[in-house]
């Protein structure tokens, strides 16, 4: 008897190629890459509202946000700490995924177009990153790692979702940057 296998090694469970253990290996993925654009973009959002780990309280934000042309500079803070805040808490845990990546998208293209004098290395190199990996994020959902995962209606992520939401962000960035002086 020969002990050839015709069958490709993919298709065995204990084969790291099979369809298993390439989606735990995505899942994981997704949720590093969650945790770390999402507690990143909730601890400058912390830092903006609370003051807290030396970041300025929303009084100093609000006067950046005066400063950089915002109207109603003090409500456009509080508005961007609780973006940051909660958007990157929603997709650190993987809760409304879409939503929270197109929430963190949408303010950080406002924070590139902000610092966009100061050029790449300088300035919106790193708001650009964490937008792109935000927006990644909500077009690619939260993986089975996350509380999304648990919730029926939630569970069966589509990428439409992920489009209409960042759709909807990108325009409602684009008023908010035009509104600026």
């Known amino acids: 008897m020969s002990s050839y296998d015709p069958t490709?090694?993919?298709?065995?469970?204990?084969?790291?190629?099979?369809?298993?253990?390439?989606?735990?290996a995505?899942?994981?993925?997704?949720?590093?890459?969650?945790?770390?654009v999402g507690l990143t973009v909730a601890a400058w959002g912390a830092q903006h509202l609370f003051g807290w780990w030396g970041g300025p309280g929303i009084e100093n934000t609000s006067r950046a946000f005066e400063k950089f042309g915002y109207?109603?500079?003090k409500f456009m803070a509080v508005v961007a700490g609780i973006t940051e805040?909660?958007?990157?808490?929603?997709?650190?845990?993987?809760?409304?995924?879409?939503?929270?990546?197109?929430?963190v998208a949408g303010t950080m293209a406002n924070a590139v177009n902000v610092v966009w004098p100061l050029g790449f290395f300088a300035g919106?190199?790193?708001?650009?990153?964490?937008g792109a990996g935000a927006a990644g994020?909500?077009?690619?959902?939260?993986?089975?790692?996350?509380?999304?995962?648990?919730?029926?209606?939630?569970?069966?992520?589509?990428?439409?979702?992920?489009?209409?939401?960042?759709?909807?962000?990108?325009?409602l960035a684009a008023i908010t940057i035009g509104i600026r002086d």
């Not at 995505?26 to 945790?35: A, F």
């Not at 919106?124 to 964490?130: E, H, M, Y």
Request: aromatic share 4%.
């Open 85 to 103: 805040t909660f958007g990157g808490l929603g997709l650190a845990v993987g809760l409304l995924t879409p939503l929270a990546g197109a929430a």
């Open 124 to 130: 919106f190199g790193f708001p650009l990153l964490i």
């Open 8 to 24: 490709p090694a993919q298709n065995h469970a204990s084969s790291p190629r099979s369809l298993p253990n390439v989606l735990v």
């Open 137 to 171: 994020l909500a077009l690619s959902g939260p993986g089975r790692i996350a509380v999304d995962a648990v919730i029926p209606g939630l569970r069966s992520h589509r990428v439409i979702y992920g489009v209409v939401t960042l759709l909807i962000a990108a325009v």
């Open 71 to 73: 109207p109603a500079p």
């Open 26 to 36: 995505h899942d994981v993925g997704l949720l590093v890459l969650r945790l770390a």
